[in-house]
């Protein structure tokens, strides 16, 4: 065989072999790209997504879109060339497999976290409307889960509202945990409480509770130090004012509070917040407006790009990664708090893009 032909053949072999190890061997990463975008003020799967009763709604318009980013999953795992398909494409991001899927979790717990922190997104999001517009959104101490092989499984239940400890008032969460620790490990500690089912009807038939009942629970030390414990989680729970439900299947994690809280907020005010313009954003919301930072920006202002936005309401902590690369044709608005992003929403149908608080790259 001539040499000539001998050395093509040699690394026509070689490349096949690469391509072959690309495709077989894995790599330790993951991929994030742009997910769906969903109008709040609009209907998904053929039902509202902000369903709002027993109180007057206006009409809207406009589009206020939360954002989502598309993950590869848990169990896939990327071969080299994948990897490096998605290094060269502009909307997508490979990040280590890691990053998205820690080793100490699995995939069951990943989905339950993120199942939670939707729930209580959307909670925080109706708080954080509501208290916008001044309506009083009355407040409860519950038990937020027991652990499980401790003195109170049993005893106490998630949905206990827990009304006072040792007959002292509970007025906040911590309250609960100082009281607890006032004791020694081996002592009673008397909960008063309404029981989780007869709370929950009490909300339902919008009455007052039938009675409390009172139940004791013998404390134990702490793993690592000496305080007692008896193995609860005491959190805030809400009574609304009105029925307000958001109607939103297969996303998780609480990057869309924002959105929904302005949402809320547009169909409770005859003031129409976009003035017909598409908005989209992204951020947490907690129970007083304030907006917290999200992951995946970069994924998400591409997404709302290709659904047809023109500013994008931007987490603080998020603007400088968001300006790095800004999809074009799209304003970056930096917001702290709901009451920034109302602010800026008026900006926007006012026509006043000049006037917006921007986010910078630097």
């Keep these: 065989m001539p040499r000539r032909t001998a050395t093509m053949l040699a690394s026509l072999l070689t490349l096949i072999a690469l391509l072959c190890a690309g495709v077989l061997i894995p790599v330790p990463y993951a991929e994030m790209s742009p997910g769906p975008t969903v109008n709040t003020l609009g209907d998904h799967d053929g039902e509202p997504v902000l369903q709002i009763s027993g109180h007057k709604t206006y009409p809207t318009s406009g589009h206020l879109n939360m954002t989502t980013v598309r993950v590869t999953g848990s169990q896939y795992r990327m071969n080299m060339i994948e990897a490096v398909y998605g290094w060269l494409d502009h909307d997508r991001l490979v990040v280590p497999h890691s990053t998205l899927y820690p080793d100490d979790k699995s995939p069951d717990q990943l989905n339950q976290e993120t199942a939670e922190e939707f729930s209580q997104s959307q909670e925080s999001a109706k708080v954080a409307a509501l208290k916008q517009l001044d309506i009083p959104v009355p407040t409860r101490v519950v038990v937020s889960s027991v652990v499980k092989a401790s003195p109170a499984e049993g005893a106490l239940h998630a949905g206990d509202v827990i009304k006072a400890v040792d007959g002292t008032e509970v007025r906040q969460p911590g309250d609960v945990a100082k009281f607890v620790t006032r004791h020694k490990p081996g002592e009673k500690v008397a909960f008063t409480v309404v029981p989780a089912k007869e709370a929950a009807a009490a909300e339902k038939e ?133 009451g920034d992003a109302l602010k800026s929403l008026e900006k926007i149908r006012k026509g006043d893009a000049a006037g917006l608080p921007r986010c910078t790259a630097g």
């Design 206 to 338: 919008k009455r007052q509770p039938r009675g409390t009942e009172t139940v004791t629970v013998v404390t134990r030390e702490a793993p690592g130090d000496k305080r007692a414990i008896v193995g609860i989680q005491a959190g805030t729970a809400h009574t609304f004012p009105f029925p307000i439900n958001i109607k939103l299947a297969d996303v998780g994690g609480p990057s869309a509070g924002l959105m929904f809280a302005l949402g809320i907020v547009d169909k409770l005010t005859p003031d129409d917040l976009t003035g017909g313009k598409f908005v989209a954003g992204t951020g947490t919301i907690d129970d007083d407006g304030k907006v917290g930072p999200i992951g995946g920006i970069e994924m998400k202002t591409v997404g709302a790009r290709n659904k047809g936005a023109r500013f994008f309401l931007t987490p603080k902590d998020n603007c400088a990664a968001a300006a790095k690369d800004t999809p074009s044709g799209l304003t970056l608005v930096k917001v702290e708090t709901i």
